[in-house]
């Protein structure tokens, strides 16, 4: 049998659909294992030892679709439910399940500020379109995998963060889900431990700006690694502080103690760190704390982001309380330090 997974984007997104294919491969191991995405978002998968092929597309559809053809699949799981993901399974004209998107009720939320989510992570819909080729949830979590040739040792960062530090993700994929410079400065100079700041190429002047305060406790590391060798600065850190982006997913993979910032999203939605079968409102895990701006009217206003807050104030982060913020890494750092 041959399955083709298909998720696009993004980041955190990607990440999320990793159980799937874990629990996909080691519950049938004759199954071959392939995964449709982006190109740009290769580096994610093409180390997952639980995926036999990965397909990759630019904006050529017409090229992936030909080439998916001559795979003569049996089933396709498709984790991203779009016109694209619906040209590819027509093309394909085999059996296959999309998982439930729930739009409606995300537009009930954002517009209406009635809650209709279940309150379940992603991952738990994710499997829903697995359910056809008997692939259940094994509770372990997400995965991620970076090869020993991008792993990074103390030469790679400063002396004074080698005994540990706080792993501060400042970027994200739009405005209204990062957390303002100014906020981070408050930030770092409250919390007593070295800080990392971790982000892609577009987060470094910000960094920059942040790091300026304090350039021995504060080390910017925006921009100057590629995504696999950040998760390995993310695996490392003693505590993660993050946007509602995908270094907050690849944290939870490796099982950190996230504190989870959120702007003008929700983690209602189901995109919250996750563990394993832990949800939101009954069992959330012990490793997570959420910051969010529940009084607001207007929030949430979005399930993916704006470039600036449609009110013009963004209360949702810069009211968001920083010193609440550091007693919980401070109560994380602690937990991570006792004595095994």
């Known amino acids: 049998m041959k399955v083709l997974i298909i998720r696009f984007s993004s980041i955190g997104d990607i990440v999320l659909t990793t159980p799937v294919i874990r629990c996909l491969k080691q519950q049938h191991p004759e199954v071959k294992v392939h995964y449709l995405t982006k190109a740009q978002f290769w580096p994610l998968l093409t180390y997952n030892p639980y995926i036999d092929k990965l397909h990759l597309f630019d904006d050529n559809m017409d090229k992936v679709i030909e080439e998916l053809k001559n795979e003569e699949f049996d089933f396709v799981v498709d984790l991203h439910n779009n016109l694209r993901t619906a040209r590819v399974k027509k093309a394909l004209d085999i059996p296959n399940k999309?998982?439930?998107?729930?739009?409606?009720?995300?537009?009930?939320?954002?517009?209406?500020?009635?809650?209709l989510m279940p309150d379940?992570?992603?991952?738990?819909r994710y499997f829903e379109a697995a359910e056809p080729i008997n692939v259940h949830n094994d509770g372990k979590g997400l995965d991620y995998f970076v090869p020993d040739n991008m792993k990074l040792g103390n030469a790679d960062i400063p002396m004074s963060h080698w005994s540990g530090y706080v792993g501060a993700v400042i970027g994200g994929s739009y405005n209204t889900k990062k957390l303002p410079v100014a906020?981070?400065?408050k930030f770092v100079e409250l919390v007593p431990f070295p800080v990392i700041l971790l982000g892609g190429p577009d987060d470094r002047d910000e960094g920059r700006e942040i790091a300026e305060l304090d350039p021995i406790k504060i080390y910017n590391s925006c921009g100057?690694?590629?995504i696999n060798e950040t998760a390995d600065l993310v695996q490392h850190a003693r505590v993660i502080i993050s946007n509602d982006t995908g270094l907050m997913h690849i944290a939870a993979a490796y099982?950190?103690?996230?504190?989870?910032?959120?702007?003008?999203?929700?983690?209602?939605?189901g995109m919250f760190p996750y563990?394993?079968?832990?949800?939101?409102?009954?069992r959330i895990a012990p490793q997570t704390f959420i910051l969010?701006?529940?009084?607001?009217?207007?929030?949430?206003?979005?399930?993916?982001?704006?470039?600036?807050?449609?009110?013009?104030?963004?209360?949702?982060?810069?009211?968001?309380?920083?010193?609440v913020a550091v007693e919980q890494v401070k109560k994380y750092w602690k937990i991570e330090n006792k004595p095994a």
């Open 98 to 115: 999309a998982f439930p998107k729930l739009n409606i009720k995300k537009w009930l939320l954002t517009n209406l500020k009635i809650d």
């Open 255 to 269: 099982k950190k103690p996230i504190v989870s910032l959120w702007g003008n999203t929700s983690p209602e939605m």
């Open 275 to 282: 563990y394993g079968f832990n949800n939101l409102k009954e």
């Open 183 to 185: 906020q981070w400065k």
């Open 224 to 226: 100057k690694f590629n």
């Open 292 to 323: 969010e701006h529940k009084n607001l009217s207007c929030h949430p206003c979005s399930k993916l982001g704006y470039n600036k807050c449609p009110k013009k104030h963004f209360k949702c982060m810069n009211e968001l309380d920083m010193t």
């Open 120 to 124: 379940k992570s992603i991952v738990e």
